[in-house]
Antibody
C-alpha cells in the first residue's frame, strides 16, 4: 500500500526540540524528492523544507531556516525533520509529502502528489 | 518569494453549479502550478498539475487553465463531495508557495 506515516509530534515548551519522522511504503522512496509542509490551526498551507533524492540539495522556508534540519535515509525509507528552538508560531500539523521538485514541471512527480495524515506539533508553556 | 493570491476566499454554491476559482501569481510561473483539495481533518489531495493536467483518478468535472500569472480551477457541475478548501501552489521557484485557499461551501 502506497503511504506516508508521520510520527513524533506532541507538546513541547518554547525553546524545546522535537524530531518528526515519516515512514514510507509502497513506492520507490529513492526516486522522489521529499518535503515537509505545515498547517497552523485554521490556517493555510506553508511549505517548510525539501530534500533531493540523494540528500545533496536541501532548502528551507525562511521562517525555519537555522532551526530545522531535514534528512532522509534511502535504505530505511524514512524522512526526518529535526526541529530545534521551537516557537509558539511553529504550532501546526506537519505533513510529510512526496515531491517538491526533481522532475520537469510537466511531470506529476515534481508536485506534492502523496501526503501523510500529518503530525500535530504544539509549542506551548 | 512568489505570492499567489486566490479569489474568492469564500464561495457559496449549490450542487450542480459551475464554479471557477482564480489564482494570480506575483510574477510569471509558466505553467508550473498545481491545485489541491483539502477536506476538514484530511491531508490535501493533488487535483491538477502543470496548470491543466488532471491527476490520475480525479473526476473530469475538474479542469484547470492558464499560464504566466493567471490561472483558474473550474468545477463543471458541483457534487456534494466537492465542498472543501482549494489551494493553488507554484513550482517555479523556491520557496514553494501556496495560495491562501478558497473555501467552497454549500449554499
Amino acid at each position: 500500500q502506497v503511504q506516508l506515516v508521520e510520527s513524533g509530534g506532541g507538546l513541547v515548551k518554547p525553546g524545546g526540540s522535537l524530531r518528526l519522522s515519516c515512514e514510507v511504503s509502497g513506492f520507490t522512496f529513492s526516486a522522489y524528492y521529499m518535503s515537509w509542509i505545515r498547517q497552523a490551526p485554521g490556517k493555510g498551507l506553508e511549505w517548510v523544507s525539501y530534500i533531493s533524492i540523494s540528500g545533496s540539495s536541501i532548502d528551507y522556508a525562511d521562517s525555519v531556516k537555522g532551526r530545522f534540519t531535514i534528512s532522509r535515509d534511502n535504505v530505511k525509507n524514512s524522512l526526518s525533520l529535526q526541529m530545534n528552538s521551537l516557537r509558539a508560531e511553529d504550532t501546526a500539523i506537519y505533513y510529510c509529502a512526496r515531491g517538491g521538485g526533481g522532475y520537469s514541471g510537466y511531470d506529476s512527480r515534481a508536485y506534492f502528489d502523496l501526503w501523510g495524515r500529518g503530525a500535530l506539533v504544539t509549542v506551548s508553556s | 518569494d512568489i505570492q499567489l493570491t486566490q479569489s474568492p476566499s469564500f464561495l457559496s454554491a449549490s450542487v450542480g453549479d459551475r464554479v471557477t476559482i482564480t489564482c494570480r501569481a506575483s510574477q510569471g510561473i509558466s505553467s508550473y502550478l498545481a491545485w489541491y483539495q483539502q477536506k476538514p481533518g484530511k491531508a490535501p489531495k493533488l487535483l491538477i498539475y502543470a496548470a491543466s493536467t488532471l491527476q490520475s483518478g480525479v473526476p473530469s468535472r475538474f479542469s484547470g487553465s492558464g499560464s504566466g500569472t493567471e490561472f483558474t480551477l473550474t468545477i463543471s457541475s458541483l457534487q456534494p463531495e466537492d465542498f472543501a478548501t482549494y489551494y493553488c501552489q507554484q513550482l517555479n521557484n523556491y520557496p514553494r508557495t501556496f495560495g491562501q485557499g478558497t473555501k467552497l461551501e454549500i449554499k
